[in-house]
C-alpha cells in the first residue's frame, strides 16, 4: 500500500536474513531447547521402562527354569530312593521298604551334618546349631513318615 502512491504494486517478496531482537531470539531458543528436553525425557523414561521390563521378564524365566531344575532333580532324587529301595529289598531277604528308608534316612542325616560343618567352617556365622543325639535321626525319620500320612489322607 506504501508504494502505491508511486505507481508500485508489490505483489510478493523474498525476505532473507530475518534478525529479530536478541530476547526474542533467546526465547525462541529457549522454546525449542525446552521442546527437545521434553522429547529426550520421554526418550530416556521409555528406554529405561523397557529395559525394567526385559530384566523382570528374564527374572521371571530364570526363576521358571530354576524350579524346572529343581523338579528335575528332586524327581530324580526320588527314582533313584525308590530303585535302590527296590534293589536291596530284593537282595537282601527281610528288610522291608521302612529298613530300607531308614537307613538312607541315616545316611542323608550324616551328609547333612557334614555339609552344615562345612557351611560353618567356610561362613561369616560362627555357630551352626543342629540337633544331634541318638534320637534325632528317628525324629527326623518320624516327622518325615508323619507329613507323608498327612499327605496320602488329604489325597484320599
Known sequence: MAMSAYGYEVVQTLIVDIEPDIHVKRAMN?????ARHRVAANEKAEAEKI???KKAEGEAE?????GLGIARQRQAIVD???DSVLAFSENVPGTSARDVMDMVL???YFDTM???KEIGASSKSSAVFIPHGPGAVIDVASQIRGGLLQAESIQH
Do not use: F, W
Open 80 to 82: 533313584g530312593l525308590r
Open 51 to 53: 529395559l525394567q521390563i
Open 30 to 34: 529457549e522454546i525449542n531447547a525446552a
Open 106 to 108: 541315616v545316611t542323608q
Open 114 to 116: 557334614k555339609e552344615m
Open 62 to 66: 530364570s526363576k521358571y527354569l530354576s
